[in-house]
């Protein structure tokens, strides 16, 4: 949430770079921008609300090497261009981005009002320079001073900051990501790679509880608290520009659906030696938890079933924002996994160290390699979707349960035969996605846009499925979506259907069918409009999306057309599928 981006260097239209960087952050926040040029030996700040994309960075000075950016998702006060960073001390001559929460803000702002500052904003940022301002009395090093500053914060941030007479950047880090990007003119340091790619594609990570000082010619890693120096290691990065852009399709969202027949091939492509091993520990643990939160949770309780079905083992299946409750049932035989597109996600990182307090080993299952959560994790596997812009997650999802349900199969033995399950199911989402498909797909989605609720019911890895199904409509068409176990309608959701509501039923060709097919029936019945996404037609549809049957891999093949339906639904209705209101793809706070 939030993302920020700064540079220094040779070049001399810092402003213009950061800013037109940020644009591919956008993601990250779209409520407000800001930027702070150092131009000679002042801080020239630009901000107000609205997104960073609608900004043209050409008006930014020319004449300088060092600026900070920030476009942001609002937590602590409103949408207002006095919320918006970077936040300045009084005279001008500290300037901060930040992102994350600094959480005992209330009292260090009670303390600073004392001392006569006065705060021009409602956030909890403000206070950043002035507490640098206030460690400044005690030494002319302005990275001494934000060390000691930090030394004072509660909370997870990634904050940039620059004094307008140094030359340094400043970044540091307890929680939210920070990368570096190494270039030949000088450094850029971000919340995340798109930022910089155009420049490098050479990075280092500021890892939590680390400082980072550059002048643009050399940068010097610290350990936050002591001062100590981190080496680092440089790494490239393996993705192309191409692939963070939108290419033909009007909208990232509707790419990223369209790349699923190439993701999910590459999320199949594992190491075998590597899925065996991890086979193995999952095997061998007293205890086996999966989390993740959103959409990547819908990917850890599709997991429960395909462990339960393929491999006949139970694993405990939690939201990561719930783990914390169940943290006494941890021993370090334990395994978590953690399920994690971003690899940055604050509630995910939060169990995973409640997990190793425990001793218990951590796979991580991310597509960002080098994010936090991969960092940190005892074993991952990475599901090498390429970048994924919009803020609703789908190719994302599919590559997550792709790789679980391959590990299932590695559990007995069966690694080649849940490859080739998964690879013929590579080549019908490729004949499914067709453009006749697609737009039979849009035609439903222009009868049903102006329905108030809509209703999703699946059983077995089709339940959660439906759950997805409704955050996919949810998030982007802001329509009233709701999934249910099929199982659950006569016990509550029933009463809600009047005349010609929407129902999607997800069904496969399996033992559950026959169950599902009766619960469609009853909806009928009660006069619903229902929707049947299944290999076979039935006449208990009113209309039908045709999936081609692929076994055990069904959950896989049947999020696809409803990915299609909802992106649909939010065009015919205005929104904007990539960026819906008060969201944002990467939840860095809790
Ligand atoms: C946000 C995103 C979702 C994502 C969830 C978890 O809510 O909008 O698409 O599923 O975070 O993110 P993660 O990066 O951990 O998968």
New binding site residues.
Partial sequence: MCGIFGYVGAKNNAGQLVVKGLKNLEYRGYDSWGVACKVGETAVVEKDIGKISSVDESQFSEECGMAIAHTRWATHGGVTPANAHPHLNASGTIAVVHNGIIENYQTLRDDLKTKGYAFKSETDTEVIPYMIEEEMKATDDFASAVRNACSKFDGRYGILAFHTESNTLVATRTGSPLIVGVGEEGYFIASDIPAFMEHTKVVQYLDDGEMLVTDGKSILFTDLETGQEHPKREIEITWSVEQAQKGEYAHFMLKEIMEQKDSIARAVNQDEQQIQVIADAIKNARGTFII????????CMAAEYFFSVVAEKHINVTS?GEFKVHHHFLKPESLLI????????A??LEAMKIARGKGAKVLAI???EGST?DREADYTLLINAGP?R????TK??TG?MAVLMLIAHTMVDKLHEGKTLLLETVSMINDMLNPRYVEHIESLAEEIQNTEDLYIIGKSWNYPMALESA?KIQ?VSYIHAEGFAASELKHGPLALIEERTPCIALLGNDEVTPDIISNTIELKARGARTIGIAPENNEAFDEWIKVPDAGAAQAIVNIIPIQVFAYFLAVKRGMDPDM?RN?????TVK
């Fill in positions: 993740g939160c959103g959409t990547a949770h819908k990917a990561a953690v399920v994690s597109q971003s690899g940055e996600t509630d995910s991310t597509n960002a959560i994924e919009a803020v609703a997650s994302a999802l997550q955050i998030e819906p969201l944002a793809k990467s939840v």
